[in-house]
C-alpha cells in the first residue's frame, strides 16, 4: 500500500524530460564496482524529484543542477547496496516485481491519460519502458530487503529515544491528526468458471488458425491487448526480460512462422506466433484473450472477507488472520500493518472516509478500491498539536529509530565503499 503513490505530470516537463533521454542517452555519469550508471538515469531520476518538488526545470537551472548531483549521489548509494544485495544473493519474486510494474505503468496511464501518452513521455516504446521499468523495479525491491534484512538488526533504547526528544523537539513538526491502521486485502480474481469461458474461447481462435485463417486479422478481431491489437498483434522485437517469464519461454522456443500452443499467463491466455529472431531479439505477435473477474467472483470474495472479519470480531486474531488471507505482499507478513498516517494526506479516498468513522480496536465493514476489497482495523488515534513524551511516544520512538537507521545505514555504505570501484566522471562532479 505505501507504494500507491502517483506523480502529477505536465505535458512541458515531460518533452523536455524526452529531449533529456535522447541527448544524453550513452553518457557514462559514474561506475559502480560492475555497475554502469547513465547520464541519462541520472536526469530522469532528477526530473522524478522535480515533478514532485514542483520545481520549474526551465526557470530554476541552478537548483535543478543541484537536484542531478543529488540524484547522482542516491544512484551511486542505490548501486553499492544492489553489488551488496547480489553478492548475498538476495532474490524477489517474479509475482512481486510484475503486481508492482503492472501497478506502476497503470498509474502513469492514468495520470498522463494513455498508453500512447506514457510512450511519448518517456520516448519508447512500451515494450523497452517495461524492460527497463521491470529491471528497475527488481534492482529496488531487492536493495528494500536488503535494507530491511540489516535494518532489523537495529533497536533503540528508552534513553536514546529521550536523548533523541530533547535534542530535536524544537524541530520536531506539528502533527495533524493521524491513525494507526492495519488492514486486510483480498483482490478480486478470476475463478474457474472465468477461466474455463476464457480458455474455450481462445482454444476455438487457435482451431481457426490451424484451419488457416489470418493471425494478424484473428488479433484485430478478438485480441483483448489495446497495444497490439490493432497492429495484428504484433509487439515488435524483444529480448529477454521483457515479458513474463511463461510468456517468454514459450515465445523464444518458437521458429520462424510457428504459432505456439495456448499459453497461460497472470494476464490471461496467450497464443503466439513467431515472425523474425535477430540474434537473440525475437518478433513475436499475440492474441491475448484476458481472464476477467465475474460478478460471482466479486461475490465469492466480499464473503470470504466478511467471514474474515465475523472470525477477528468472534476472537481471531487480525494480524494473523491478514498473514493467512491478505493479497497486499508488502504488508501480509507484518500482520497487515500499515503504520501511522495523517487523515487528511491518506491517498486513498475510500480509507479516509472509513476510518474517519472508526473508533479504537474497531474493524470496518469491507469496501472496495481499485485495488480490491478491503477491512481496515483502527489501532490507535491521535489528535493534532505539539509532540510530548507521554502523549506521543510510539511516533517519537519510531522518529529516533529511523533516524538510528539511517546512520548505521550511512555507516555502512561508507564502510561497502571501501571495497568497490567507484569513479565519477568530471562533468558530473561538483
Known amino acids: 500500500m505505501k507504494r500507491l503513490f502517483v506523480l502529477v505530470v505536465t505535458v512541458f516537463v515531460c518533452s523536455t524530460t524526452l529531449a533529456w533521454s535522447q541527448q544524453l542517452l550513452d553518457g557514462i555519469a559514474a561506475i559502480v564496482g560492475d555497475e554502469i550508471i547513465l547520464e541519462s538515469e541520472v536526469a530522469q531520476y532528477a526530473a522524478t524529484l522535480a515533478l514532485q518538488m514542483k520545481l520549474d526545470i526551465q526557470n530554476e537551472p541552478q537548483k535543478f543542477n543541484e537536484l542531478q548531483k543529488n540524484s547522482l549521489q542516491n544512484l551511486i548509494v542505490q548501486k553499492i547496496l544492489l553489488t551488496k544485495a547480489r553478492e548475498d544473493t538476495i532474490v524477489v519474486e517474479d509475482s512481486q516485481v510484475e503486481q508492482v510494474l503492472e501497478q506502476q505503468i497503470n498509474q502513469w496511464i492514468q495520470q498522463i491519460g494513455s498508453e500512447r501518452k506514457v510512450e511519448e513521455y518517456f520516448g519508447s516504446s512500451m515494450n523497452k519502458i517495461k524492460r527497463r521499468v521491470r529491471k528497475e523495479i527488481r534492482e529496488h525491491l531487492m536493495v528494500e530487503?536488503?535494507?530491511?534484512?540489516?535494518?532489523?538488526?537495529?533497536?533503540?533504547?528508552?534513553?536514546?529515544?529521550?536523548?533523541?526528544?530533547?535534542?530535536?523537539?524544537d524541530s520536531l513538526p506539528e502533527l495533524k491528526e493521524s491513525v494507526e491502521i492495519s488492514h486486510i486485502l483480498l483482490q478480486v480474481t478470476p475463478g474457474a468458471e472465468s477461466k474455463q469461458q476464457a480458455r474455450e474461447k481462445i482454444a476455438g481462435i487457435l482451431e481457426r488458425l490451424r484451419s488457416g485463417e489470418d493471425f494478424a486479422e484473428l488479433a484485430r478481431q478478438y485480441s483483448e491487448d489495446p497495444g497490439s491489437a490493432a497492429k495484428g498483434g504484433e509487439l515488435g522485437f524483444i529480448q529477454r526480460?521483457?515479458?513474463?517469464?511463461d510468456f517468454e519461454e514459450k515465445a523464444f522456443a518458437l521458429q520462424p512462422g510457428q504459432i505456439s500452443d495456448i499459453v497461460e499467463t497472470q494476464f490471461g491466455f496467450h497464443i503466439i506466433q513467431m515472425l523474425e529472431r535477430r540474434g537473440e531479439k525475437i518478433n513475436v505477435r499475440h492474441i491475448l484473450i484476458r481472464t476477467r473477474p465475474t460478478k460471482a467472483d466479486e461475490e465469492r470474495t466480499l464473503k470470504l472477507l466478511l467471514a474474515i472479519r465475523d472470525s477477528c470480531l468472534a476472537g481471531a486474531d487480525f494480524a494473523e488472520m491478514a498473514k493467512r488471507y491478505s493479497n497486499d505482499e508488502t504488508t501480509a507478513d507484518k500482520g497487515g500493518y500499515l503504520g501511522w498516517f495523517e487523515v487528511e494526506k491518506l491517498q486513498l479516498p475510500e480509507f479516509k472516509s472509513v476510518v474517519k468513522e472508526l473508533k479504537i480496536g474497531e474493524i470496518s465493514q469491507p469496501f472496495r478500491t481499485r485495488f480490491g476489497y478491503h477491512i481496515v482495523k483502527l489501532l490507535n488515534r491521535r489528535e493534532g498539536g505539539k509532540l510530548s513524551l507521554q502523549r506521543d511516544w510510539e511516533q517519537i520512538e519510531q522518529w529516533a529509530l529511523m533516524d538510528k537507521r539511517s546512520r548505521a545505514m550511512q555507516k555502512w555504505v561508507e564502510e561497502l565503499k571501501k571495497n568497490l570501484y567507484i569513479e565519477i566522471k568530471d562533468e558530473i562532479k561538483e
Open 145 to 169: 530487503k536488503l535494507q530491511q534484512e540489516k535494518l532489523q538488526e537495529v533497536k533503540i533504547t528508552r534513553q536514546e529515544v529521550e536523548q533523541f526528544y530533547q535534542t530535536n523537539r
Open 241 to 245: 526480460g521483457d515479458f513474463v517469464k
